[in-house]
């Protein structure tokens, strides 16, 4: 079964220092996402992406943020310059559809430990 | 805007026994899907269930299903037969529109041997 893959699963970095967060989506779906999890606390929508360009994007997802398809497989998210806070766990999403009939499946997620 | 409520952080339920999480939600979108979704102790997101608004019938799949009370925008999920590897967190998660998904808080369930 298809599935939606991200890597790395565990990444510490140094405050201020820059993270690229790795993502293959689904084969053939068109539409991706990424959110974020602080540690205990609710699943909070980032950024969509379609068509190689953001469909739209939280308020979390300021400057230090930015998101590529850089070939026909992966999905990136990077942060310039990470900060205490950005410490979550990070999950890429893919649907093959958009609106409520394009199911998103997730990916294992990767756990991001700034110091 | 929409919102997710679940207003039960933590639920026990014995092995075997059936227990029902509580979901509560709020959208001006008549079009919309609702979703329960578990995460293990792995933290991965699994998909349990869904609900389309328009469709009157109450979802299942196998173990799980949902009380879907679509005029009082609640949608609880009910687990039957209780088993160990259903302990986990349980977010519920409303689609409406061309937003993105929107996650309550979650629910934490502890099943007891």
């Known amino acids: 079964e298809p599935e939606v893959t991200q890597t790395p699963s565990h990444q510490v970095t140094q405050m201020g220092q820059e993270v690229i967060l790795r993502c293959v989506p689904i084969s053939n779906h068109l539409y991706f996402y990424w959110y974020r999890q602080i540690l205990g606390q609710k699943v909070e929508f980032l950024v969509s992406f379609y068509n190689n360009e953001i469909s739209e994007k939280s308020e979390i997802f300021d400057d230090q943020f930015s998101v590529e398809r850089p070939d026909g497989s992966n999905f990136t998210l990077k942060i310039r310059s990470t900060k205490l806070e950005d410490s979550a766990m990070y999950f890429c999403a893919s649907s093959d559809g958009q609106g409520a009939r394009g199911e998103q499946f997730f990916g294992p997620g990767t756990r991001l430990t700034v110091l | 805007a929409q919102t997710v409520t679940q207003s039960q952080p933590e639920m026990s339920v014995q092995e075997a026994e059936t227990v029902t999480l509580s979901c509560t939600y709020d959208?001006?979108?008549?079009?919309?899907?609702l979703f329960w979704y578990k995460q293990p102790p792995s933290r991965q997101m699994i998909l349990v269930i869904r609900q389309e608004a328009y469709k009157q019938q109450n979802a299942t799949e196998n173990r799980f299903s949902v009380n879907f009370q679509k005029a009082a925008k609640s949608f609880s999920l009910k687990i039957s037969d209780s088993q160990l590897g259903d302990a986990a967190m349980y977010f519920c998660a409303l689609y409406s529109g061309n937003t993105p998904l929107v996650f309550g808080k979650g629910t934490r369930l502890s099943v007891i041997a």
């Open positions: 959208t001006s979108e008549s079009d919309y899907y």
